[in-house]
C-alpha cells in the first residue's frame, strides 16, 4: 500500500484569522506549510504516491508543490465548487488503484502513527475502513465511536455519558471497493462522517479503530495553530 488521498478542498473558515488568502493545508508552521510537514512524514513511513483534493485557492497547493515533491508522484483532483470531506473523497477515487487499500489523510491534521503498525491490525480484522483513534476530552469537537476490546467499531456515536471517549485521528485506511459500492454520485456534496460512514456502517461494512498515543496535531481553529509549532518541533526531536 503506497498510495494517500489528502482532503485538502476545505474553506478553513475558523482558521481565516489567523491566516487569511491562502488554503488551511499552506499555513505556514517553521517556515513551511503545514502540508509539507505532513506530507514529509507519511513519505518516511513509505507512501510514495499522493492524490490532493483541493479546492479553495487551490492553485497555490499546485504551484507550491507540482506533480512531484522530495521524489515522490503528486496528482490532484479539483473541486470547482465545495464538495465536502465526502464529496473530495469520491472524487480523489478515480486516481488510486482499486486493488489495494488507500491511505486517507485530513489536510488539517498531523498524527504520528507507524504505517506498518495501522496495515497489519487492518490485514488482521480484514477491515473495510480502518481508524486511527485517539483518547480525549473535546467530547464536541471530534468523531466519538463505540468501539468492542478487539477494535471493532460498533456505532459512530460514543457514549454521551463518557467525560471522556476514543475520537476519530484523521487518518484512515480505505478499502477502495467498499467505498466505491456506497450510491454517492460524483460531483455531490456530501460529508464523510456524516453520511457516507454512517451508509458505510448500515451496509455491514467493516469498522476497525486502534488507539495511538503519539503525536496530533489539528490546526483547525486558530489556538490550535498556534501551538502546532511547539509541538511539532518536539514531535521530530
Known sequence: MTS??????????????????????MAPINGSPFLEHQMLYWI????????????????NIIDYFGSKF???????????????????LVLALKKVSHRENFLLLNGDTYF???????????????ADWCFSLFRTSEVDRYLG???LPDGQITSLHADSSSMERLV???????????????PIPSGNKVSLEQEIL?????????????EYRDTF???????????SSTILTKSKD
Open 4 to 25: 494517500a488521498v489528502i482532503l485538502a478542498g476545505g474553506l478553513g473558515t475558523r482558521l481565516r484569522s489567523a491566516v487569511p488568502d491562502i488554503p488551511k493545508p
Open 44 to 59: 518516511s513511513q513509505g507512501i510514495d504516491h499522493f492524490v490532493i483534493s483541493v479546492g479553495y485557492r487551490y492553485q
Open 70 to 88: 522530495e521524489g515522490t508522484s503528486l496528482e490532484y483532483v479539483i473541486e470547482e465548487s465545495p464538495l465536502g470531506t465526502g464529496g473530495g
Open 112 to 126: 504520528k502513527i507507524k504505517l506498518k503498525d495501522l496495515i497489519n491490525f487492518s490485514k488482521k480484522n480484514n
Open 145 to 147: 465511536m463505540s468501539i
Open 168 to 182: 476519530n485521528g484523521g487518518v484512515y485506511l480505505v478499502n477502495p471497493h467498499a467505498l466505491s459500492a456506497i
Open 198 to 210: 454512517p451508509i458505510a456502517m448500515a451496509m455491514g461494512q467493516r469498522f476497525f479503530g486502534k
Open 217 to 227: 496535531i489539528d490546526i483547525g481553529v486558530p489556538d490550535d495553530y498556534y501551538r
